[in-house]
């Protein structure tokens, strides 16, 4: 018997107008592992919640049929759903320090599930989290019971959710992007385990926009657009030989090494085209960032070790590297956010490291950041118009012209500059962020995780406004990601990074096809492999 059986599911938030998901079917099987995938607002989410009874307020959910285990769920008050989730099914969400309550241990989060669904005595609990933690990998499991979700990795806090979520060992796991902002090596370890998880009959629906992912663990793949399933079946037909446009659109828009020079966003009426990117000329004269033996230490502990490196005009650097690397220090380093402790950055030609910020400050606009998570980066007061109008001078009529055509170089309409970030998109709130970056015309981006946090097609409109970007101003960029099929999508060099220091570098064809290092095998041999769509 299935464990789910859904026919015709429909979910509506009346108030807000909105109907999210519109007539889905679905069941899901022992030991079977079903995939959703779409864009942001394509209804996955919301179908996963309405499953375990956490559509949310306002919400009205009908349906032909909807059982769990057999059970008619629509007849179900709150307290049944409270008595199944856990019990029947575990949750892993995307961002575990959300997901894991800040004020209190690892330790006492699991042993909540355990006495709420009273799976083990209360003497045995602490016991059991331990086992707990250790089934998931977690080093020193008895050392991090005690610690709280802060405290610990995204590799580690993601590990501990995964615990919490099988500690009552429901025959049910839904993932929703639970390896999203993980790093590659991290990735891999937690796909592992939530493959064990299925080899011993436990049955999966993973929630993801990362197409690599889904084709590794899935059994049955669902496509929604739009709060509808466009396309459905085994997963290696649906990746390889999509029947759908949708479907062909999405893979179409995975950057990797045989996307290089190409969009990857669809064209005017939903096609994509492949078409090539504008022609970039990267200067071979002076570099405009110049890094030299640099050293830095948080405390007693060396976190960037004798690294050293140029970006010169145009140019497209990655650095890639396991979460703690190295990677994020040496961008806040670039930027003069962080003084290091030996070595330096030369910007244009003149120290930038070691010289005080008043000094600094009159050259801040030729070195600009984007950053992963745009939202925490903007004042919430201030209105987009605001934000990108800041760090402009001119008249108040200038800048609001200049606004107004930085909004419309990043694809956005003139009325979103009256509008607060927090009631935009995550597409549209990172292409906020991109208009305020290029907003003072900057030599040099330096993109920390910006495209980490969006789903495939949004990634790909991001990608190609930074290429549209480079080839138009010349702009040099240092791109950081876990991603490396973005990396190899967009740049021209690449640094590999490792506990501090880098490990090899090079064009990036020659690092990612033919590795030197075992570090950067290592890497590589973790990225999930999405097969080509048949033509």
Known sequence: MSLIEVEDLRVAFPKAGVEAVRGVSLSIAPGECVAIVGESGSGKSVTARTLVGLTGPGATVTAGRFTVKGQDALRFGQRDWRRLRGRFAGLVLQDALLSLDPLRTVGDEIAEVLATHDVVSRADRKARVIELLDAVGVPEPEVRARQYAHQLSGGLRQRALIASAIAADPPLIIADEPTTALDVTVQAQILRLLAARRAEGT????????????????????????????????????????????????????????????????????????????????????????????????????????????????????????????????????????????????????????????????????????????????????????????????SSSDRKARVIELLGRVGLAPDIAGRHPRRLSGGQRQRVAIARAIAPRPDVLVCDEPVSALDVSIQAQVLDLLAEIQAADGTALIFISHDLGVVHHISDRVLVMREGRVVEEGHVDEVFFIPKHDYTRELLGAVPKLAPAEP
Not at 207 to 235: F, Q, Y
Not at 238 to 251: I, K, N
Not at 307 to 328: A, D, H, L, N, Q
Request: aromatic share 4%; hydrophobic share 40%.
């Open 203 to 394: 049955a999966l629906l993973m929630i993801s926009h990362d197409l690599a992912v889904v084709s590794s663990i899935a059994d049955r793949v669902l496509v929604m657009k739009d709060g509808v399933i466009v396309e459905e079946g085994p997963t290696a037909r649906v990746l390889s030989a999509p029947a759908h446009d949708y479907t062909r659109l999405l893979l179409a828009a995975v950057p990797s090494a045989a996307s290089r020079g190409t969009r990857l966003s669809a064209i005017a009426g939903g096609v994509s085209l492949r078409a090539p990117l504008p022609e970039r000329h990267v200067g071979h004269g002076a570099p405009v960032v110049e890094v030299s033996g640099l050293s830095a230490a948080y405390g007693t502990r060396k976190v960037v070790d004798d690294v050293s490196f140029e970006v010169y005009p145009g140019e497209t650097v990655g650095i890639v590297g396991e979460s703690g690397s190295g990677k994020t220090t040496v961008a806040r380093l670039v930027l003069g956010l962080l003084e290091p402790v030996s070595g330096g950055v030369r910007l244009n030609g003149d120290p930038w490291s070691g010289v005080s910020e008043r000094r600094r400050r009159s050259r801040r606009s030729g070195i600009q950041v984007i950053s992963q998570n745009p939202l925490g980066s903007f004042d919430p007061r201030y209105t987009v118009g605001r934000l990108i109008a800041e760090p402009l001078s001119g």
